[in-house]
């Protein structure tokens, strides 16, 4: 599973992650249908060159003809002139298996927690912090999963 392959890979070259997107939700009990697996990282040159030669390890390239430094260094101009809002990988040989790392957002800045699947470790966005992501893109998916994560926060605010 693609999943567990970044999970695998992204931990053995110590590359600080967290899945954000459909995964996310999903461990977070509310599970939608998706294909990529979407990641942020910290807004590093380091990272990104570690994520681009992880994820070509696994047989993934990106979509677009460009490279992490190019991504760090035009990371605005892609956002705001080109509605570039995460740098996408895949597999030509399988396009199933996609990955998409979010350049909107830095890591750092956002609040993660450590989740188990499969006996798995990985680190995740928190809920509160997925809500804040899906409000801010505003598409009508991300406005469904944000009212969804809402109802989900509610019912635990009254469990407890």
């Known amino acids: ?18 899945l954000i997107g459909g995964y996310a939700l999903a461990l977070h009990g509310l599970v939608r249908a998706t294909v990529d697996v979407d990641l942020i990282l910290s807004l590093r040159l380091n990272d990104f060159q570690l994520a681009e030669a992880a994820l070509a390890q696994i047989g993934l390239k990106s979509r677009l003809p ?12 892609y956002i705001e002139k080109r509605n570039l809002l995460a740098w996408s990988f895949v597999d030509y040989k399988k396009p199933h298996r996609q990955v998409d790392i979010l350049i909107t957002h830095d890591l750092r800045k956002v609040k993660t927690e450590m989740m188990t699947v499969g006996g798995k470790k990985m680190k995740v966005i928190t809920l509160k912090e997925l809500l804040k992501m899906k409000l801010e893109a505003g598409r009508p998916q991300d406005l469904l999963d944000a009212e969804n994560i809402k109802a989900k926060l509610s019912l635990e605010r009254k469990n407890t």
């Open 1 to 18: 599973m693609l999943l567990y392959e970044i999970v695998n890979i992204f931990d053995e070259k110590k590359i600080n992650y967290a």
């Open 66 to 77: 460009i490279r992490a430094e190019d991504v760090i260094k035009m990371r605005q101009e």
